[in-house]
């Protein structure tokens, strides 16, 4: 098993910056490859960004969202600049068995992000 335990959501301003940070234990962090999700209201939930063997990001925060993790801390980390009102909706971090594994299973409880216009 895999607890997954995030921090950092909030209230910011368009333009401003939020960290988010997902802290893991329960199985060996290196070998998972960890996820950042959103969901905004009346919408799918995406994936946002990874990071395993390489880190992938979607279209729409590409030069904007940095994620990284720290094995010292068992953390991951999703930076996010030049925040946007459509960057709006709960975070979730996930982790999987690797970046074969076809599902994330393991999921933390969400932080609620609000960008501001």
């Known amino acids: 098993q895999v607890q997954l335990v995030e921090s950092g959501g909030g209230l910011v301003q368009a333009g401003g910056s939020l960290r988010l940070a997902c802290a893991a234990s329960g199985r060996t962090f290196i070998r998972l490859t960890m996820g950042w999700f959103r969901q905004a209201p009346g919408k799918e939930r995406e994936l946002v960004a990874s990071i395993g063997g390489s880190t992938y990001y979607t279209d729409s925060v590409k030069g904007r969202f940095t994620t990284s993790r720290d094995y010292a801390k068992n953390t991951v980390y999703l930076q996010m600049n030049s925040l946007k009102p459509e960057d709006t909706a709960v975070y979730y971090c996930?982790?999987?068995?690797?970046?074969?594994?076809?599902?994330?299973?393991?999921w933390g409880q969400g932080t609620q992000v609000t960008v501001s216009s």
């Open positions: 996930a982790a999987k068995n690797g970046d074969y594994a076809t599902r994330y299973d393991y």
